[in-house]
């Protein structure tokens, strides 16, 4: 800022060097470029009325591009006709579809259902499944040989809260599937990762794939999905893999690209190969960094549970929505939480083993089952447990009158806030529609859509270069030729102010918990349920308080998009280089100093990641916001997976992911400049 | 060739043996497909539980209500108990156009939709449920996004209604409001309905909240097919959707290949019948009460028994 100031008072004072100028220009342009902006969005109604050129605020109907029959007729062709002589292109998906079953079953034959042979009433049982006691048993054993006691006690704690609370059965059907749906995320990740690591060229193919991935809404593709795998389970894992896999792909290539050259260097000197290397040497030591991957691989899988479930994946996520149908708050909070838990506990055991330290072997003169008593002990319980399954139903699933429930406490709870405090939470929503959401959306849905194509281009263009605004003029065209400009400016005007805010609390929390182990603690636990607690379940509490509205909207974005802020900020300032910091110590900086002048700046990159996965999040949410009845490109994609049209579902999917790929080419812009300013490149 | 012998030879003897009760024609489970909502799960669970007692195999496949028509065209599902007049017309129509899909007649359960106020607004305004009362005090409705307009809760876009045509056709003082999903919907009339605050919205049955709530649905001049269609029939001269909403039957559809394959099952499939009344009090049950699908299920099929042991004969 001080910076800024200095320039410009010094290009007014005398015919300043041009690179003097070069701020005060940009600033002027930026000035203008609002200015004209505003004018036009506040005048176009009269602008529109005054001529009677109504193609002002409305793209021309007639001049649309039918985009969306043709992908319909083009997916029709695909799933009807498309063959490959032998076989047909809906074959091959089917091929695939069975390729991901037959473990799927496997695993839920284990966990719950029993293995059988023969179908429905003629069915008979072979092997029971795992008892509960023993899955318990096992992840806790787990826990134990990963880390240590603390850790088998947190996890322990956590799948029993799924057999007192009575959710035992639906999360074990969320769990084979999840069980399955990780595993590809992260290694299909990583594969992909260390592909874009070694080719550049690859790298640049991969990355709008991974933005159309993770920005085009899960709702725009799962008509297709559903029509080329099959109704069931396995459709809603290939699109939760679809949904999760992105994060690990993009921090898989990140992460390699960080490994210091002194690591590869000496990695090199030691004679390994490119795989050795690879394998050897990079990946271990970006093993931090793509636990991160493996974190969000979870978080997401667990996130898709409730949209998994509308298209047959049962389980927790069903569960969530049958509830809350009755406004069972209570029962959709125990659902809800339970997908919370397993997150919890699936994500800290994956963290365990990443960083586990190989331990001495036992003396192998000592017989086995004083080498590995853990292991004996949970091989007797699985077995007594199961084969008593056969006999006694009690061990082969929790008993369900020993289970307990919050009951009607949480309905009376918001109950008690509904009748008490509804008319100050009225009040304070009032205001802030009135000072922030309102005028913000006056503002975009304001902008006449021939002027919104051509200052997203001079924006994107003055930020990330010409070909860049090119592109964002092209794509911002795309999305009025849909006739879906007003849908558009609505979204950006949500997503902008739900972002907005998410950083504005994000942000601070993150420095917070990045410094202070002890609020990270409590932080990271508020982070992962706020991420993993399915937005449904505190989407109607919130739309009982704040009514059916942007505002609703608005409040879930911001509780869904707030994650990566914080998490971003956090790893940023952890990952500041010790010595840096010490260096400041011993030059006599203050805590504050160096907070300010070292950490912030060296973590301005994560910073601006974790801005740039906040926009991504909150357009990801944009379907959730169609559910409170918002008129938005979300609502659009809904619209169309109720009608089943998969055209429009995709015209719409499009649009959001062209903003969502706008937005991140240009956040990453600001992000390199700043760093070529700060001197980190 | 061998396996079509056998299973000749299976069809000739359960024809020999069973010629009162028609034995299952195939062992491959008949996939029933099962929504989010609980009427609809009801609805099938019994059925379900009625070919079951045939002797068929069945299997419930949770899918969108909509999305379900593809997979019901390619026979990956083959039965849904539950197309509602109102809300899903257009997708049978568009599907049985195709020839995969078939109608399989009426479930005797009608769905009725139309705005519904609680029963303490009856002192706010007088008069009603005729909806020139309702108008009359527009105001009570009014919030501080809408005011001086009334606030009126319609359904998510996706159910249709022509609630806005209505209110312009009406000259109504309503702004219309569209709830995202039925869940909001009723989470508003809940924390309305705690605090007694004013709401006038869209409600349906068959479905629980009629039977939580008390009120009523508010009398509009009444549906026709002219009123829709032609501006100048109804009240308004100038303009359609100047009654109310119509009511309909809610229709049961299955994949064509249900009749080939199992011919005794589409024949119980196309005689299940269930009244408003007794589906009304199941989902209250289930929904309010907390008892699950199968008991409140188990507890209709034991009281009517004659009723449904006939479907599959």
């Not at chain 1, 008979?124 to 787990?142: K, R």
């Not at chain 1, 490119?274 to 970006?286: E, I």
């Not at chain 1, 979204?491 to 990045?514: D, E, F, K, Q």
Request: net charge negative; aromatic share 10%.
């Amino acid at each position: 800022m001080t910076d800024g100031v200095h320039h410009h008072a010094e290009s007014a004072q005398a015919p300043a060097p041009v690179f003097a100028a070069v701020p005060s220009v940009s600033r002027i342009f930026w000035i203008i470029l609002f200015l004209i902006t505003w004018a036009l969005s506040t005048w176009s109604f009269a602008l529109y009325k005054a001529f009677d050129a109504r193609w002002i605020i409305r793209y021309p109907k007639n001049l649309e591009i039918p985009l969306d029959r043709w992908i319909s007729n083009a997916t029709n062709w695909l799933v009807e006709d498309l063959s490959f002589g032998l076989f047909t292109f809906r074959d091959f998906t089917r091929f695939i579809s069975s390729l991901v079953e037959a473990p799927y079953d496997l695993t839920r034959s284990f966990l719950i259902e029993g293995f059988t042979i023969g179908q429905g009433q003629q069915a008979l049982e072979v092997a029971p499944p795992l008892s509960w006691i023993a899955i318990i048993a096992i992840v806790v054993a787990l826990a134990l040989y990963a880390k240590d006691w603390a850790l088998a006690l947190l996890v322990g704690f956590c799948f029993s809260y799924l057999a007192i609370f009575g959710q035992w059965e639906s999360a074990m059907v969320t769990l084979a599937s999840v069980l399955i749906a990780v595993p590809i995320g992260v290694v299909g990740g990583l594969a992909l990762g260390i592909a874009a690591y070694r080719m550049p060229a690859f790298e640049r193919f991969l990355r709008p794939v991974l933005d159309l991935m993770q920005t085009v809404p899960v709702f725009a593709y799962l008509v297709p999905i559903l029509v080329l795998f099959g109704f069931g389970p396995v459709a809603a894992l290939i699109a939760t893999v679809i949904y999760a896999m992105p994060p690990m792909v993009r921090i898989s290539t990140v992460a390699l690209r960080t490994v210091p050259e002194e690591v590869i260097e000496a990695g090199r000197m030691v004679g390994c190969r490119r795989g050795q290397l690879m394998w050897k040497v990079l990946v271990p030591t970006a093993m931090p960094s793509l636990m991160v991957g493996v974190n969000q691989v979870i978080m997401l899988s667990l996130n898709m549970v409730i949209i998994a479930s509308m298209i047959g994946a049962g389980g927790l996520g069903y569960d969530v929505l049958t509830a809350l149908r009755r406004l069972d708050i209570g029962g959709g909070i125990e659902a809800g939480l339970a997908i919370v838990v397993m997150a919890i506990a699936l994500d800290r055991l994956s963290q365990a083993f990443a960083v586990r330290r190989v331990r001495p072997p036992g003396n192998s003169q000592m017989p086995f089952h004083k080498r590995h008593p853990v292991l004996t002990l949970v091989a007797l319980i699985t077995i007594s447990t199961t084969l008593a399954g056969v006999y006694f139903p009690e061990f082969r699933e929790y008993p369900a009158n020993l289970t307990v429930t919050t009951g009607t406490f949480w309905n009376s709870a918001i109950e008690w806030i509904n009748i008490n405090f509804f008319d100050a939470i009225e009040a304070v929503k009032t205001v802030l529609l009135n000072f922030l959401l309102l005028p913000v959306k006056r503002f975009f849905t304001g902008i006449p859509w021939a002027w919104g194509i051509v200052v997203v281009g001079l924006a994107a263009a003055r930020i990330c270069g010409w070909r860049l605004g090119m592109m964002a003029a092209v794509m911002t065209f795309f999305i009025a030729a849909s006739g879906l400009w007003r849908e558009a400016m609505t979204t950006i005007y949500l997503c902008s102010v739900s972002v907005l805010i998410a950083s504005l609390i994000g942000i601070p929390l993150g420095i917070w918990a990045g410094q202070n182990p002890r609020a990270n603690s409590i932080i990271g636990a508020m982070i992962d349920t706020l991420q993993t607690l399915p937005s449904f379940v505190y989407l109607i509490p919130v739309v009982m308080l704040f009514r059916v509205g942007d505002f609703s909207a608005m409040i879930a974005v911001v509780l869904y998009a707030l994650a990566p802020a914080v998490r971003y900020a956090a790893h940023g300032i952890r990952s500041v280089d010790e010595e840096l910091i010490e260096a400041g110590k011993v030059s006599g900086c203050t805590e504050r100093q160096i907070l300010w002048r070292i950490k912030l700046p060296l973590a301005a990159p994560s910073l601006l990641l974790g801005l740039n996965q906040t926009i991504m999040l909150a357009i990801s949410m944009l379907v959730i916001t169609a559910l409170v009845g918002t008129r938005d490109l979300g609502q659009e994609v809904y619209i169309a997976l109720t009608k089943a049209n998969i055209g429009q579902g995709i015209v719409a999917g499009l649009s959001v992911a062209f903003i969502a790929i706008i937005a991140d080419r240009v956040v990453t812009a600001l992000a390199r400049s700043s760093q070529q300013r700060l001197g980190l490149e | 060739m061998a396996r079509k012998f056998l299973a000749a030879v299976a069809a000739f003897s359960t024809l020999a043996v069973h010629t009162a009760a028609a034995g299952p024609e195939s062992t491959d489970p008949i996939k029933l497909t099962t929504h989010d909502w609980t009427g609809q799960i009801v609805t099938t669970t019994i059925m379900g539980e009625v070919l079951k007692n045939a002797g068929y195999n069945i299997e419930y496949v949770q899918a969108d209500y909509i999305a379900q028509f593809a997979g019901l065209k390619t026979g990956d599902l083959h039965v849904a108990m539950e197309i509602w007049e109102t809300t899903g017309r257009e997708a049978m129509d568009e599907a049985t156009a195709t020839g995969n899909v078939v109608n399989m007649g009426e479930t005797g359960m009608v769905a009725i939709e139309e705005w519904w106020y609680p029963a303490y607004m009856a002192d706010v305004c007088p008069g009603l449920p005729d909806w020139k009362a309702l108008n009359d005090c527009a105001e009570e409705f009014a919030t501080p996004e809408t005011a001086p307009l009334g606030r009126y809760l319609g359904g998510p876009v996706t159910w249709g209604g022509f609630d806005d045509e209505r209110v312009e056709a009406l000259g109504m003082d309503f702004e219309v409001v569209h709830a995202g999903t039925d869940a909001a919907l009723f989470a508003e009339l809940e924390s309305a309905y705690q605090r007694k605050a004013p709401i006038v919205l869209w409600l349906y049955s068959p479905h629980w909240a009629p039977s939580k709530y008390e009120g009523s649905f508010v009398k509009f001049p009444p549906f026709s097919v002219e009123c829709y269609n032609d501006p100048s029939a109804g009240i308004n001269p100038d303009a359609a959707y100047d009654c109310g909403k119509p009511t309909g039957p809610i229709w049961k559809v299955a994949w064509k290949g249900v009749e080939e394959k199992w011919p005794g099952a589409a024949k119980a499939i196309r005689a299940f019948h269930v009244s408003n009344e007794d589906m009304g009090e199941m989902v209250a049950k289930v929904d309010l009460q907390g008892m699950s699908v199968e008991d409140v299920v188990a507890e209709w099929m034991a009281a009517n028994k004659d009723s449904w042991s006939s479907w599959a004969q």
